[in-house]
């Protein structure tokens, strides 16, 4: 037995929460190791829609969850989270929920910098989910973060706050933005201490000792390889590391915690927020797929831009993204489709290219070079086994496993938990 790994293959939205849910049945412990709230993972169980952002999926199986020191965290986000999920049932408690005590905070001056950068930059702006993830990102990098621990310790709020403000409201005054007063950011955060304390602890010392006793961890991945702030399309990516090998560094464990690692992929492909998109469709099918699909963004609402599958793509989040196995969702999407088009490569300014290029002119001149194959015309929505799919479907998906060089492993055939067709079990590594 060993630990899973999920990550995203494409540019988010593939599905991770579904599986993650569907695969926490055999894990002990759900780990979140980067992101934010910028995440909004869906999971259908029965009639009930859980949308969650912070907290680890698995606590909707009642799975011991852990937001480790790679998350950067909105205290009022997760307070409000834990709120809304508690309202449908749910049990989170210090006793479910753990917290790194050195993970970054997310405070109102990260949102209101992301928004009035995002204004300045107009027509290249990058769409951010406005959560202010980049700027907590970068005052963890530039060593002025706020963390968790810190609200054990007024004098050090006292301290890093006026470093903190010094350095956002000179940013936001340029801006013309309105700046924070420091009065009313440190009663915040005195306010919020008795309440999120409880759930802080060194969650490496725990989950350093769930691994020694041969618990099972599955790493809850958030956005996907292609938003990767080194692999992805910069700058049009989030701010954190979202591979495998951030799990490890993202958790407080070692990189052989990591284990098999699952990329989800959609059966084509979707991105919210500007940057290039190869195969996007801007014609009927793209329509179709959006329809079909529901390609609404679960944090902002934003309609969700729609495209082929591109393979070249996902073969690089492959390789970069240390994944071994795919699992395939949204399958049943394509139902219907007469042909379906496969990108395998890129004409840029007439040059063949295998993979996308990293410069930004680029890959916005990228153009994808197509297979086309045969579609389907029966429902495979629901499926639950291979001998349920049509022989056009098992040919889509075999090809996919050819061109990306990796195995595909799991198919999803509907939002609901169990319209899953595993073929091979990633705890059984
Ligand atoms: P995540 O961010 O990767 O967790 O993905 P999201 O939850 O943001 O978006 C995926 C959406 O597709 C959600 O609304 C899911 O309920 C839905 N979904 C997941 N798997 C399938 C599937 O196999 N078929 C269909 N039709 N919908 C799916
Ligand atoms: P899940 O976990 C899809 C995108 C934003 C924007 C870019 C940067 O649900 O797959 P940020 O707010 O992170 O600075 O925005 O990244 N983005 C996502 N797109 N799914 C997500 O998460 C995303 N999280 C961020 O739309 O283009
Ligand atoms: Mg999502």
Same mark, same amino acid.
């Given at each position: 037995?060993?630990?899973?790994?999920?990550?995203?293959?494409?540019? *988010?939205?593939? $599905?991770? /929460?579904? +599986? #993650? %849910?569907?695969? =926490?049945?055999? &894990?002990? !412990?759900?780990?979140?190791?980067?992101?934010?709230?910028?995440?909004?993972?869906?999971?259908?169980?029965?009639?009930?829609?859980?949308?969650?952002?912070?907290?680890?999926?698995?606590?909707?199986?009642?799975?011991? *969850?852990?937001? $480790?020191? /790679?998350? +950067? #965290? %909105?205290?009022? =986000?997760?307070? &409000?989270? !834990?709120?809304?999920?508690?309202?449908?049932?749910?049990?989170?408690?210090?006793?479910?929920?753990?917290?790194?005590?050195?993970?970054?905070?997310?405070?109102?001056?990260?949102?209101?910098?992301?928004?009035?950068?995002?204004?300045?930059?107009?027509?290249?702006?990058?769409?951010?989910?406005?959560?202010?993830?980049?700027?907590?990102?970068?005052?963890?990098?530039?060593?002025?973060?706020?963390?968790?621990?810190?609200?054990?310790?007024?004098?050090?709020?006292?301290?890093?706050?006026?470093?903190?403000?010094?350095?956002?409201?000179?940013?936001?005054?340029?801006?013309?933005?309105?700046?924070?007063?420091?009065?009313?950011?440190?009663?915040?955060?005195?306010?919020?201490?008795?309440?999120?304390?409880?759930?802080?602890?060194?969650?490496?010392?725990?989950?350093?000792?769930?691994?020694?006793?041969?618990?099972?961890?599955?790493?809850?991945?958030?956005?996907?390889?292609?938003?990767?702030?080194?692999?992805?399309?910069?700058?049009?990516?989030?701010?954190?590391?979202?591979?495998?090998?951030?799990?490890?560094?993202?958790?407080?464990?070692?990189?052989?915690?990591?284990?098999?690692?699952?990329?989800?992929?959609?059966?084509?492909?979707?991105?919210?927020?500007?940057?290039?998109?190869?195969?996007?469709?801007?014609?009927?099918?793209?329509?179709?797929?959006?329809?079909?699909?529901?390609?609404?963004?679960?944090?902002?609402?934003?309609?969700?831009?729609?495209?082929?599958?591109?393979?070249?793509?996902?073969?690089?989040?492959?390789?970069?993204?240390?994944?071994?196995?795919?699992?395939?969702?949204?399958?049943?999407?394509?139902?219907?489709?007469?042909?379906?088009?496969?990108?395998?490569?890129?004409?840029?300014?007439?040059?063949?290219?295998?993979?996308?290029?990293?410069?930004?002119?680029?890959?916005?001149?990228?153009?994808?070079?197509?297979?086309?194959?045969?579609?389907?015309?029966?429902?495979?929505?629901?499926?639950?086994?291979?001998?349920?799919?049509?022989?056009?479907?098992?040919?889509?998906?075999?090809?996919?496993?050819?061109?990306?060089?990796?195995?595909?492993?799991?198919?999803?055939?509907?939002?609901?938990?169990?319209?899953?067709?595993?073929?091979?079990?990633?705890?059984?590594?």
């Amino acid at each position: 037995m060993t630990n899973v790994t999920i990550i995203g293959a494409q540019w *988010g939205d593939e $599905g991770k /929460g579904k +599986v #993650v %849910d569907w695969l =926490a049945s055999r &894990a002990d !412990i759900v780990v979140r190791f980067q992101g934010g709230h910028n995440a909004g993972h869906t999971l259908v169980v029965g009639d009930q829609t859980y949308k969650l952002s912070l907290l680890p999926s698995g606590l909707v199986r009642g799975k011991m *969850g852990v937001i $480790g020191n /790679g998350v +950067v #965290v %909105d205290p009022f =986000a997760l307070l &409000a989270e !834990i709120g809304r999920v508690s309202a449908q049932g749910l049990k989170v408690s210090p006793e479910t929920l753990r917290i790194a005590d050195n993970a970054p905070l997310i405070l109102p001056v990260h949102a209101a910098l992301d928004a009035a950068r995002e204004a300045a930059r107009g027509a290249r702006k990058i769409g951010t989910t406005g959560r202010g993830i980049g700027p907590a990102y970068e005052d963890k990098v530039a060593r002025r973060a706020i963390r968790i621990c810190d609200l054990a310790e007024p004098e050090t709020l006292d301290a890093k706050l006026d470093e903190l403000l010094l350095h956002h409201n000179t940013l936001l005054r340029g801006l013309g933005a309105p700046e924070f007063a420091k009065a009313d950011l440190m009663a915040q955060l005195l306010d919020l201490a008795p309440k999120l304390l409880p759930y802080a602890e060194p969650v490496w010392e725990r989950l350093n000792e769930a691994k020694a006793s041969g618990a099972k961890i599955l790493f809850e991945g958030a956005q996907a390889v292609m938003l990767d702030v080194d692999h992805g399309t910069y700058p049009f990516v989030t701010s954190s590391n979202t591979v495998a090998g951030n799990a490890a560094a993202g958790s407080g464990l070692g990189p052989d915690a990591v284990g098999r690692v699952l990329g989800i992929a959609k059966a084509y492909c979707t991105r919210v927020g500007s940057g290039p998109f190869p195969t996007e469709l801007f014609d009927e099918i793209g329509q179709q797929l959006g329809e079909r699909g529901h390609e609404f963004g679960t944090v902002t609402g934003r309609k969700r831009r729609c495209g082929w599958f591109d393979a070249a793509m996902v073969r690089q989040a492959v390789k970069v993204g240390g994944i071994q196995g795919l699992a395939l969702t949204k399958l049943d999407v394509l139902d219907g489709q007469t042909e379906l088009k496969l990108c395998v490569g890129y004409d840029i300014n007439g040059q063949h290219y295998k993979h996308l290029p990293a410069g930004v002119a680029a890959q916005a001149a990228a153009k994808p070079i197509y297979e086309v194959l045969e579609g389907w015309s029966s429902s495979t929505r629901g499926a639950r086994s291979w001998a349920q799919l049509p022989a056009a479907a098992i040919k889509y998906v075999k090809r996919i496993e050819e061109l990306v060089e990796a195995p595909v492993t799991l198919l999803s055939t509907s939002p609901e938990r169990d319209d899953t067709i595993l073929m091979q079990d990633p705890f059984a590594g």
